[in-house]
């Protein structure tokens, strides 16, 4: 297999993971609303065809969003058209991804999904193993840790220092912050 293409595909496959979690969590903590679980009660008594329709519903009916998103990106408006595809993307991920734990013993009683779902999961793992094996991989993850202790250092030096002698914060970059919050705010008045 090109490797290049291993990569993509594994990356792809990363930020649909990390969707999908997201999507899992958000999607719990609505599904105590006695409303959605009613709804998800509802969902899991349906036959194998009707769990197949609503697995596949959201995706469908998102992708006109996607579009008008593209339609507004290329008119000029690319924020709010980036916005709306990643808020689509979580959301429509939370959405599968809570229909696909509500469906999944449904939808392998589908022959033909039940031996696709296994070919996909199979496929998925050895990419993310190439991908995992990868020097390139191991350089990233190295370069995230050390961003990560960047970070806690940068937020150990923001972060609110008393100072002994005037009861003032420490760090000079609150003091600088600050202070343009004051300028900030007498300017609206």
Sequence with gaps: MFAPLVYLAALVLLVEEWCWDTGIRIAGALAR??????????VRTLPPYGALCAFVLPGLLLFPVKLLALFAIARGHALSGIATIVLAKVGGAAVVARLYMLTLPTLLAVGWFARCHGWFMDLKGRCLDAMRASHAYHLAGRALRGLRVGMRRVRRRLRARPSAASGRHASRAVRVLRRFVVQWRARRR
């Excluded at 609303?33 to 509802?42: G, Q, S, T, V, Y």
């Design 33 to 42: 609303w006695p409303a959605l679980a009613a709804l998800e009660a509802r």
